[in-house]
Antibody, heavy 120, light 108 residues
Framework: EVQLVESGGGLVKPGGSLRLSCAAS????????INWVRQSPGKGLEWVSS????????YYADSVKGRFIISRDNARNSVSLQLNRLRVEDTAIYYC?????????????WGQGTLVTVSS | SYVLNQPPSLSVAPGQTATITCGGN??????VHWSQQRPGQAPILVVY???DRPSGIPERFSGANSGNAATLTISRVEAGDEADYYC???????????FGGGTKLTVL
């Protein structure tokens, strides 16, 4: 079964840090770029970051650049997103998403998401 | 930055056709993908590369893209199609993925 499973979400104070993980199974992980997409409560989808299969091309949304760091370990079929200097507006469900075709490609599969709440 | 415009909501009776638009400057030159998000669930891909369907997605779902607008058409709408629909493109100029604001489809 093709699966992406996120973990690491939780409650954190403004200015704090959190590390999200995404574990992949059931597909050729090393051939996929991986993206993080977030969704604030009651809002739409917002792309956060992407990393290509070889970790050569890494991109960030302007809203998180300089604060979030994406990385991957192909030997462990996993991707991480380090969230630093968190703000209240970073509160969202964070989805891990695969993309077989790289830049411009479609997002499939999606994980079920992990909730990050930033609050004092 | 590149902007995709979608109507916030659309209501359609069962059995009718729903057409969701996604407007963007010269969007016809980009590949457009569509995702469906049912309440309380993660999104799933329903149309990719303008008009292709992933396996398991009914033929009732179709896409088109030309000029300044892309469309997702759902024929013979069913109650189970009630969801939020998002268009998505890659903006080469900024190297960013861009989502439309989403359209909430209500089946009357």
């Amino acid at each position: 079964e093709v699966q992406l499973v996120e973990s690491g979400g939780g409650l954190v104070k403004p200015g704090g840090s959190l590390r999200l993980s995404c574990a992949a199974s059931g597909f050729s992980f090393g051939n996929y770029s991986i993206n993080w997409v977030r969704q604030s409560p009651g809002k739409g989808l917002e792309w956060v970051s992407s990393i290509d299969s070889g970790s050569r091309y890494i991109y960030y949304a302007d809203s998180v650049k300089g604060r979030f760091i994406i990385s991957r370990d192909n030997a462990r079929n996993s991707v991480s997103l380090q969230l630093n200097r968190l703000r209240v507006e970073d509160t969202a469900i964070y989805y891990c998403v695969g993309c077989i075709t790289g830049e411009g490609g479609y997002f499939d599969p999606w994980g079920q998401g992990t909730l990050v709440t930033v609050s004092s | 930055s590149y902007v995709l415009n979608q109507p916030p909501s659309l209501s359609v009776a069962p059995g009718q056709t729903a057409t969701i638009t996604c407007g963007g400057n010269d969007i016809g030159s980009k590949l457009v993908h569509w995702s469906q998000q049912r309440p309380g669930q993660a999104p799933i891909l329903v149309v990719y590369d303008d008009f292709d369907r992933p396996s398991g997605i009914p033929e009732r779902f179709s896409g088109a893209n030309s000029g300044n607008a892309a469309t997702l058409t759902i024929s013979r709408v069913e109650a189970g199609d009630e969801a939020d629909y998002y268009c998505q493109v890659w903006d080469l100029e900024t190297a960013h993925v861009v989502f439309g604001g989403g359209t909430k489809l209500t089946v009357l």
